[in-house]
């Protein structure tokens, strides 16, 4: 492995900065529990103190507290055949037990379908358990380009939605303020773009490996300055890796995409096997997932372009825009094969896999792996099966 | 097996038997030996590296270990995966490029070999014991027949019954209770062989079956599994003489070669 990048140290300040403001915001304000998809700049605008139940079950299994808690809510009735973030962050709240302390009770839940199904039931539960009130926006699937009656119904659902927060919240929404937010969601989306772009760069300064442990910030932290100005910082670290001729990986000879979400509770392992190979991941459909929309989010009309970002999110996609993202990523990023982590817990990034590997080796002579496991729940790997299928793998990517 | 003495080894350590191959310096076999892989791995890996002679100037000859306990062997042998060295050996054996199909104990691949043996592209059953020989050993087992006997009784039975179960525990209460209706003995073996073939079958047309269709693997000594592939894929299977020592060949031709 080439150096460790030094924003580590910041992005652990910032992502533990929002875990102890959530402690004791019960003090001050509001707290909204959201998906990774919601319009979160209308309740940034409006002064909530946003927690996102998937990063904490992310932080939960980087941390390997996944599988207890999985335990938990599987011993409530919870099948195991549900989203391992569902039955972390179910787990976590039967059993009060979380790494970063306490979670502060949501005064408000928001969900919307754009990523999944599994949150439409997920948070009826929280819903349920904590007596709060729930909003849903509903997220229409693309085939293909999104039609104008698609864009019509979510925006009239997200301006439905400000009546119910203002009231929530206990403030009117000021404009300005939206309009600010949205920029700052762009302003770091934007950045952090520009920063999955860096893996085009020989060596690659960062992999994804690095993506995913600093991409807290733009997931759970959008629309805020704080985030903007950390990754401008991250940037110019990268910049100033890639003039040095600094790698992520020592003497890279290989570059791969990765597809789908991490595999949590293996990240360090899987970083390191790839980099004693080797091997950089230069690319990663999830990191650029979360900066590609930026052009979308214009403040000067902050309802639409919600609307406009968050019916257009990958996993809202039909699966021949992922391929298409899979191919301009080995082109543009000039890498040498594919690793699709076939998500137990994650359906709809899972499904049609098997035909964009085939569509990838067959038609466009690119090496791909199918690589079984689960984003946080570790019996879902099984660890010496892994290790042949990636050793094989690499023997062919090498040749 | 000549008695010139071995240039390069190979040494595939599966779950079921460990195999080794020893090759003169033009690529022939001229030592080969099997044992089953005993509980204490370790022990038994470090009696066979023993048995292996070194150089006259006393330096340790090419070595590539294969196989799941790879990982075992101590020393300064390369690590080479199954899938990679299965398809080096298949293809000096038939000079072909094609599909092989290897039927481990533990697992089976279907792998689809280019030019010069390299792997183009492989998919492998490693979760699931349906599709791999443990299926048939243990429902033989259930049958109270040796694992050699099951084939040729599948192969003369005229009936055949279906087993719909796709899971070998199940594929178990299916059979007690077919035997608790008195149906014939050939007709079930038949029916475990056909299943088998078609998740196999599967497998092979999800790599993009390109033909010949190549075995390996000790499964491919199974007449009734060879004979069911080949009507699936209308074409001959190619299996080799000893098709178990695919792997350990493929090792120690890429020691001979000191191919990466």
Known sequence: MGPPLKCAAATKRLVTRHYLDGRYVRHYGKTAWVTSGAPVELLKALGFFVLYPENHGALCGARRAAEALCRESEAAGYSSDICSYARTDLGSLLSGRTPVGRLPRPDVLVCCTNICQTVLAWYRVLSDHFNAPLLVVDTPFLYAEAPPHAKAYVLAQIEAMVEPLERIAGRSLNQDRLKRTVKYSRDAAELWNRITEMGRRKPAPLTAFDQFIHMAPIVEMRGDSRTVDFYAAMLRELEERARLGIGAVQRERARLVWDNLPVWHQLRFLSEFFAEKGAAVVAATYTKAWGELAPLLQESQPFEAMADTYLHVLLNRGTGSKLDTIRALVKEFDADGVVFHSDRSCKPYSIGQMGQRDSVVRQDGIPALLLEADHNDPRSWSRSQNINRLEAFMEVVAR | ?260
């Open chain 2, 1 to 260: 097996m000549s008695e010139t003495a071995p240039a390069a080894y190979g040494l595939d350590v599966g779950s079921t038997a460990v195999k080794l191959v020893g090759l003169d310096t033009d690529g022939n076999a001229v030592r080969q030996s099997l044992e089953p892989t005993e509980p204490a791995l370790q022990k038994q890996l470090g009696r066979i590296l023993e048995s292996i002679q070194e150089r006259r100037d006393g330096g340790p000859l090419p070595l590539v270990v294969t196989g799941y306990g790879r990982g075992l062997v101590p020393g300064p042998a390369r690590r080479v995966t199954e899938i990679t060295c299965h398809a080096r050996g298949i293809f000096q054996l038939f000079e072909r490029e094609g599909t092989l199909l290897d039927v481990g104990g533990q697992d089976s691949k279907a792998v689809s070999v280019g030019p010069g043996g390299n792997v183009l592209d492989f998919l492998m059953n490693d979760k699931c014991a349906a599709g791999t020989g443990r299926f048939l050993e243990y429902t033989a087992s259930r049958l109270n027949l040796r694992v050699d006997e099951i084939g040729p009784a599948a192969l003369q039975s005229s009936g055949e019954t279906p087993i719909s179960s796709t899971c070998t525990v199940f594929a178990e209460s299916e059979i007690v209770s077919l035997i608790a209706q008195g149906t014939d003995l050939g007709a079930i073996l038949k029916g475990l062989h056909r299943s088998l073939v078609q998740r196999l079958s599967g497998m092979i047309r999800a790599v993009g079956f390109r033909p010949p269709l190549m075995l390996s693997g000790g499964v491919a000594r199974n007449d009734a599994v060879v004979n069911m592939l080949s009507d699936a894929f209308d074409c001959k299977a190619l299996v080799p003489e000893s098709p178990e020592f695919t792997g350990a060949l493929g090792a120690a031709l890429t020691a001979l070669e000191g191919r990466p």
